[in-house]
């Protein structure tokens, strides 16, 4: 080491000391600082002991949770006498004798054992070695084994130090999960599981497997840009340089979005012409939405004699030949058109042989489930289609470090559930017979306190997250989750989140039983996080951990919209020509008139979708084909009179013909 | 119950009465009253101490006059010199007294800021007291050895035993020697100190607690004022003394010239009243402040101790409480003595 003189030496930050009414603990300590000195709720720091044990001189780390200062005033009217009851008043020669006194958490004893309370000793503020120390980051950060992720910067004193998540404690096996809380707009939710995910996609070591990602888009535009760059100041940029993510947007983005009710255009505020590249419907059929139909049923309404018809209709009718004296023949039911067509046959067949049940299911449940499942696409209407065209997630082909946004903000509640459930379940599926196409898929969900409450009535969303809370780690299905009110999101989904993130709290909050444990000061500082802070809980960090982290690299859903902002809703033909044009720039009005002239609105989305989905070269003779069967249009000439008049009219006679 | 109903009745009568005839008088007599009760002039009559005016003093003026004295706009003294002791009797031997002494003497630097800090090194001293005439010389060496041995010093309590016969061996009257032992051991290390900042930093104003008669070199420094808060001993003739007990707040007494039958040194000498006594006893808030004689006429040396007087009432603020003396000790008298206390 090479001395540099004009280094100025370190000096400790404060003394170790312990009365009999404030003793010291092998989890909690109190010391005392210069009153300048540079430390505050959440300061990292070290002790060093002065009596060796076993040969070790030990050192402690700690964390600090609480703060106190007092002087040698008796009584606050010492103070009034001396300033002879004007605040502003006299002269005050000396200042009193003050005390900063602070009490630590331990983070870490090293030697472990023997666990001892905290000695007497001087106490320094922790260094980068001492951060990687004090949060046993240094097992997951040795070479060879590294399994970091940058979740922020921990700043304090001077000190700037990155602070490491544990992949294998984030993403499975050992935990996985993280939930992350705090209040609208402040907390920065979104912008920290955006960071975390640029994170996760710049560190996760290869030797891991693969990763990508599942956002719902549940409100508003916040996720609808992560492929776009954002404006970093010089402090952001030197926060990814000093953490090694890079500062761009994500580069392996899709977005999945229903139609709008009218089916005109996808139901997503990311309309604007330059972002429909990586812009595709989400629309699935009869066999896609049966099997999660549960979802969108209610269960009071659904009773067991209705779930056995839906059941049989599921395994034995829809997608394959079926056949019934009472249908008069072979069926095959590919749409809800086909379902629709199939329940009205067997009803038909049913009145005509006054026949009260068909095979052990009586007429009333049949009508009943008729009603709900023909019913479901005028409901999910931009969801789920009558016809066979189905535009889906590339389960099976998921590729590394991809993003798939599905925006469901503009869709009713339970056309989310169906979105949720099935996705969640097909990411199941396919994670279980290992064949998605990568090893991890990290799910984000936001709005916990609606999708996954603690109290209220049991939802198949919320079963589906209870789910992947406790059983997704094994599979590499990881649940990222917000909420606002973590008080108010069932138990069982946040306690199994081994990371939690918390952000500016919201004082009620703050006052339920669960942030009992967190010190008066501690929860002080938590309502009071400026954006981009964030508390940290981690399996290997044994105290909470106070972190930075910089502005995601991607547009702010407010600035998107300013920029792209949404296509305004269009006329029928104006909406139908702009999804061709996606497809081929040189479609025109004109052209699209000429053809679709003569059909009704559903043939033209029907050949629409047909083209978006086929994607084929020649999209215009795509097109034309899909209406060939009609009358081409042709101009009709002069009406030719099918009897000749008896006699010219005569001019001049006004009662003449 | 009854039985208590039956004390508590006369003290409130009592106390009325001692009421009515203090405002009676007040009335009569004005601010020439001061209230009686448990106060500091009471305790002076009760712990025995020598309460004497026999100070050779001389009025600077023809005789004593009243002075107000400007309020003060700024801090001005830099350091802040006081001594503690304190003491416990190990065990008597042979009826003989072994006191555990420790004396120590502080300077606390005040910065412009009002900070405090130590000045330099405090000096600590820890040693047994005893009187070697009592013990005998054989018995003197072996305590000597054996507490050498321990890191502790014996040191002779310089009794008037080994010359008077007729002292006293009264283990009291012994024990009484060593704490007097103590305390000039103390008043050493209270002089070299102050000594050692006369020679560092001869125009830094420096507040001394107690007397500054038994330094010369303090006495003839400039810039250090001693204070005394207690009053066993009057510089005022007797008829002078309601003058010193009529000061209000932020008056003082006409400079007076003394020398005690001790000390060759002349020294200058007046009472400043730094808080008002209305409703307390006669000392309250009144202080002695002492300084060597300077050169100059009348009006100069009167002037010099009205600056030095707007110096002190600088002092009032902050309040040394909890301290029983709050109202003649600066605050940062107070802290030199909780520091002393901490580290000696």
New interface residues.
């Given amino acids: 080491m090479i001395d540099t003189p004009d280094a100025a030496p370190r000096r400790p930050l404060g003394r170790v000391v312990a009365t009999e009414r404030r003793p010291n603990t092998p989890h909690e300590f109190h010391f005392w600082t210069a009153l300048d000195a540079n430390l505050g709720i959440g300061t990292i720091v070290r002790v060093d002991g002065n009596i060796a044990v076993n040969g070790h001189v030990p050192q402690i780390y700690g964390v600090v949770m609480e703060g106190q200062s007092w002087t040698?005033?008796?009584?606050p009217l010492?103070?009034v006498?001396?300033?002879d009851g004007q605040p502003d008043g006299?002269?005050?020669?000396?200042?009193?004798?003050e005390i900063r006194l602070y009490t630590a958490n331990v983070l870490r004893h090293i030697p472990d054992e023997p666990l001892q309370p905290v000695p007497m000793g001087t106490v320094w503020l922790a260094d980068d070695r001492d951060i990687e120390l004090a949060l046993r980051m240094d097992g997951y950060l040795a070479a060879g084994k590294r399994t970091a992720i940058p979740v922020g910067l921990y700043r304090s004193g001077g000190t700037e130090s990155p602070v490491y998540l544990d992949a294998d404690f984030l993403l499975g096996p050992e935990a996985a999960h993280l939930n992350i809380t705090g209040v609208s707009g402040l907390a920065t939710k979104t912008s920290a599981v955006e960071w975390l995910l640029q994170s996760i996609f710049a560190h996760f070591p290869v030797e891991k497997g693969s990763v990508a990602a599942v956002c719902f888009n549940v409100k508003g535009p916040d996720l609808l840009y992560l492929d776009q760059p954002a404006a970093l100041n010089a402090e952001d940029a030197a926060m990814y340089a000093t953490l090694g993510v890079p500062a761009e947007p994500f580069q392996n983005v899709q977005y999945y979005a229903p139609y709008d009710a009218a089916l005109r255009g996808l139901a997503t505020i990311r309309s604007h012409e330059a972002l429909q590249h990586n812009v595709q419907p989400l629309t699935w059929g009869l066999r896609e939405v049966l099997q999660y139909a549960v979802t969108l049923l209610d269960r009071e309404d659904i009773d067991a004699k209705a779930d056995a018809l839906i059941d049989f209709i599921t395994d034995r009718v829809v997608g394959q030949k079926f056949s019934d004296p009472m249908l008069g023949g072979e069926m095959v039911v590919q749409t809800f058109a086909d379902l629709d067509h199939w329940f009205r046959t067997l009803l038909d067949g049913l009145e005509r042989k006054d026949a009260q049940s068909w095979r052990t299911h009586h007429v009333a449940t049949i009508r009943k489930v008729r009603n709900r499942l023909v019913n479901l696409a005028t409901r999910c209407a931009g969801l789920v289609t009558d016809g066979a065209d189905v535009s889906d997630l590339p389960f099976g082909t998921f590729t590394d470090r991809s993003v798939h946004v599905l925006d469901v903000a503009n869709l009713e509640e339970d056309a989310q559930g169906l979105i949720f459930a099935r996705v969640v379940s097909k990411l199941r599926e396919h994670l279980e017979r290992r064949d998605l196409g990568v090893n991890h898929v990290i799910v984000f969900v936001d709005e916990l306190n609606k999708y996954a409450p603690s109290d209220g009535p049991e939802t198949y969303v919320r079963r589906m997250l209870l789910d992947i809370a406790e059983r997704g780690r094994y599979l590499g299905l990881v649940l990222f989750s917000a909420q606002q009110f973590r008080s108010q999101v069932h138990k069982r989904v946040v306690g199994n989140a081994g990371t939690a993130l918390y952000g500016r709290m919201d004082g009620d909050e703050l006052a339920t039983p669960g942030y009992a444990v967190l010190s008066p000061a501690v929860r002080t500082k938590l309502s009071t996080l400026d954006k981009g802070q964030l508390m940290v809980r981690h399996p290997h960090f044994t105290q909470p951990v106070f972190v930075r982290f910089p502005r995601p690299s991607v547009l702010s859903g407010r600035l998107g919209v300013e920029r792209f902002p949404a296509v305004p809703v269009e006329e029928f033909d104006a909406a139908m020509l702009r999804r061709l044009r996606r497809l081929d720039s040189g479609v025109t009005l004109d052209w699209l008139r000429s053809v679709i002239a003569l059909s009704d609105e559903a043939d033209v989305i029907r050949a629409v979708r047909a083209a978006e989905r086929e994607q084929p070269r020649d999209v215009k003779s795509f097109v034309a084909a899909q209406f060939r069967r009609q009358v081409a249009p042709r101009e009709l000439g002069a009406p030719t009179p099918l009897v000749a008049p008896l006699a010219l009219p005569v001019s001049d006679d006004p009662y003449g013909f | 119950m009854g039985h208590r109903r039956g004390v508590t009745a006369p003290v409130v009568v009592i106390g009325r009465a001692v009421d009515a005839a203090r405002q009676a008088l007040f009335a009569a007599f004005g601010s020439r009253v001061r209230s009686a009760g448990a106060d500091r002039t009471e305790a002076l009559a009760l712990d025995g101490a020598t309460l004497t005016t026999d100070a050779t003093v001389r009025m600077l003026g023809e005789q004593l006059h009243v002075r107000d004295v400007t309020a003060p706009q700024t801090a001005t003294f830099e350091g802040f010199l006081d001594g503690i002791q304190r003491s416990a009797t190990l065990a008597y031997l042979d009826g003989v007294p072994l006191v555990h002494g420790t004396a120590a003497a502080a300077i606390r630097e005040r910065d412009r800021a009002g900070r405090m800090t130590t000045w330099r090194a405090p000096r600590i001293d820890h040693a047994v007291y005893a009187s070697a005439a009592a013990l005998g010389a054989f018995t003197w060496e072996q305590v000597a050895t054996l507490l050498s041995g321990r890191g502790q010093t014996l040191r002779d309590t310089d009794d008037r035993i080994a010359n008077d016969p007729r002292a006293s061996r009264h283990p009291a009257s012994l024990a009484r020697t060593a704490l007097d032992a103590l305390a000039r051991r103390r008043d050493d290390l209270e002089r070299d100190i102050g000594r050692e900042w006369c020679d560092a930093h001869a125009s830094r104003a420096l507040y001394v607690d107690g007397s500054l008669r038994t330094s010369s070199h303090m006495l003839r420094s400039t810039g250090v004022v001693g204070v005394i808060k207690s009053h066993a001993r009057l510089y005022v003739p007797d008829d002078q003394l309601p003058v010193i007990l009529a000061l209000e707040a932020a008056q003082r007494s006409s400079v007076i010239v003394a020398v005690d039958d001790k000390q060759r040194d002349r020294f200058h000498t007046w009472y400043l009243r730094l808080r008002s006594a209305a409703g307390r006893d006669p000392f309250f808030g009144l202080i002695r402040v002492e300084t060597g004689v300077r050169d100059g006429s009348e009006h100069d040396v009167e002037q010099s101790a009205d600056r030095l007087s707007s110096w002190l009432l600088a002092e009032r603020s902050p309040i040394a409480r909890p301290d029983s003396r709050w109202d003649v000790m600066p605050y940062a008298i107070r802290n030199c003595e909780v520091y002393l206390r901490a580290v000696a």
């Fill in positions: 040698d005033m008796l009584s010492d103070d006498m001396g300033r006299g002269l005050v020669a000396t200042q009193r004798t």
